[in-house]
């Protein structure tokens, strides 16, 4: 079955600083994508980052990056330069591959953002 | 729609009643989804929809739940004979339904109908 871990309950990050959010995934499928999402405390979800199972660089949008590791089934979260904005509970998502759309999330990581 | 809407927005019922919940998701989205989510909990998955056809129904707590979508649009997830439990935010999400292969399908998401039961 599939299944995805955030181990990580809470993190504090100093502002201007970087950030790793951690994700580790468990799947049988050869395709799937991984997906990073951000919710403010005002409740909407916000895609931020994607990474497909094949692509075989590591996924960047702006100050986001995927850092990508097939073999150990991690796709971690990477924020560099953290604003105060950025805190924020931060989901990691996987969408199976073989023949279906079915997308289940982690728990969740709530990040701190520190001035 | 420009994006996905649910409602209503926040229902509060008494413990035993019924309650309904639609999802109008984004004009061709083919992919819909519905999810639970507690006070400050991840989002528990309870269905997706492909068309009008549900391949997965194994996040459904129990028989009190069920949903169905329409028309290949409009999503209604029903919850029969309301407990407390059931108290959560439910979101819907719809996405492009494209082969993996081919790229992401990102989920957008609505801003969720808030249940409270009493």
């Known amino acids: 079955a599939q299944k995805i871990t955030q181990t990580q309950p809470g993190m504090f990050v100093q502002e201007k600083e970087a950030v790793t959010l951690d994700c580790t995934y468990d799947t049988s499928d050869q395709s799937y994508g991984l997906f990073w999402y951000k919710q403010p405390s005002s409740g909407e979800m916000i895609f931020l980052i994607y990474q497909g199972s094949y692509d075989e660089q590591n996924a960047t949008e702006g100050r986001y990056s995927l850092n990508f590791q097939k073999a150990r089934k991690s796709a971690n979260l990477v924020i560099s330069a953290s604003q105060l904005g950025d805190s924020a509970m931060y989901f990691c998502?996987?969408?199976?591959?073989?023949?279906?759309?079915?997308?289940?999330f982690g728990a969740g990581t709530r990040l701190f953002v520190k001035a | 729609g420009a994006g996905v809407s649910q409602s209503p927005s926040n229902k509060v019922t008494e413990k035993g009643k019924d309650v309904e919940l639609r999802c109008d998701p984004i004009s061709g989205h083919t992919a819909l989804y519905w999810y639970r989510q507690s006070l400050g909990q991840g989002l528990e998955f309870l269905i997706y929809?492909?068309?009008?056809?549900?391949?997965?129904k194994s996040g459904l707590p129990s028989d009190r739940f069920s949903a169905e979508r329409t028309g290949g649009s409009v999503s209604t997830l029903t919850i029969q004979r309301t407990q407390q439990e059931d108290s959560a935010v439910y979101l819907c999400?719809?996405?492009?339904?494209?082969?993996?292969?081919?790229?992401?399908?990102?989920?957008?998401f609505g801003a969720g109908s808030r249940l409270t039961v009493l």
């Open positions: 929809f492909q068309g009008n056809s549900a391949p997965d």
């Open positions: 999400a719809s996405s492009l339904a494209l082969p993996t292969s081919a790229g992401a399908n990102v989920l957008t």
């Open positions: 998502a996987m969408r199976e591959g073989t023949g279906g759309f079915k997308t289940i």
